[in-house]
């Protein structure tokens, strides 16, 4: 019913910058929340970011103050500002969303930080 794809993801050294964004397609009803996870091999995957219908925003301890997350309506796409890069950033970001009381993801796109 909704297909999110996410983009933005590569290499980078620690301090630098990435954007990622997120555009979802197909049957939506509404503004919805949504939100950037992140998750390594082998660990639990974890909220970085979300942002709700009326654009308020939640960010994890870790990102806060380096990481920004909006959206654009309009295109139904989410961003996710990633400046000041570290190592332990390092991991494959998924997008997240729900519809209708029904939970999307998208495939991911990973985020490598090197030293």
């Known amino acids: 019913q909704v297909r999110l794809v996410e983009s933005g993801g590569g290499f980078v050294q620690a301090g630098g910058s990435l954007r990622l964004s997120c555009a979802a397609s197909?049957?939506?009803?509404?503004?919805?929340?949504m939100g950037w996870y992140r998750q390594a091999p082998g660990k639990q995957r974890n909220l970085v970011a979300v942002i709700t219908s009326g654009s308020s925003t939640n960010y994890a301890d870790s990102v806060k103050g380096r990481f920004t997350i909006s959206r654009d309506n309009a295109k139904n796409t989410v961003y996710l500002q990633m400046n000041s890069l570290k190592p332990e950033d390092t991991d494959v970001y998924y997008c997240?969303?729900?519809?209708?009381?029904?939970?999307?993801w998208g495939k991911g796109t990973l985020v490598t930080v090197s030293s």
């Open positions: 197909g049957i939506i009803f509404g503004i919805n929340t």
């Open positions: 997240y969303t729900k519809n209708r009381g029904v939970d999307y």
